[in-house]
């Protein structure tokens, strides 16, 4: 699937490098031997932001993965389950 919602798009890739970002600061945090608290409440941003942007993509490439999957064949039922249960 391809999403082809270039607004979507370029809103999920801004998450994403968020996201990226934060992780790099984590990773700079455990380094620096700070706070367990303080780490974890960054980790817990990232994942957030990770979920929001697989949420984003689901739900913008929903409609279109009904219609046409990658093969030109509608996704099925469980294809979809799967695809949402795998930010759960």
């Known amino acids: 699937m391809r999403l082809e ?3 979507v ?3 999920v890739i801004r998450r994403l490098r968020r996201a990226e970002g934060q992780l790099a600061g984590v990773i700079r945090m455990l380094e620096a031997g700070r706070d ?6 960054q980790v817990a941003a990232v994942s957030r932001a990770l979920d ?3 949420f984003a993509i689901i739900a913008t490439g929903l409609e279109q993965c009904i219609t046409a999957g990658e093969n030109g064949d509608a996704l ?3 294809r979809l389950e799967k695809l949402s249960l795998s930010l759960a």
């Not at 367990?36 to 409440?41: P, S």
């Open 9 to 11: 798009v370029g809103d």
């Open 52 to 54: 929001k942007a697989g």
């Open 36 to 41: 367990c608290e303080d780490v974890v409440t």
């Open 5 to 7: 919602n270039t607004e």
């Open 76 to 78: 099925d039922r469980a």
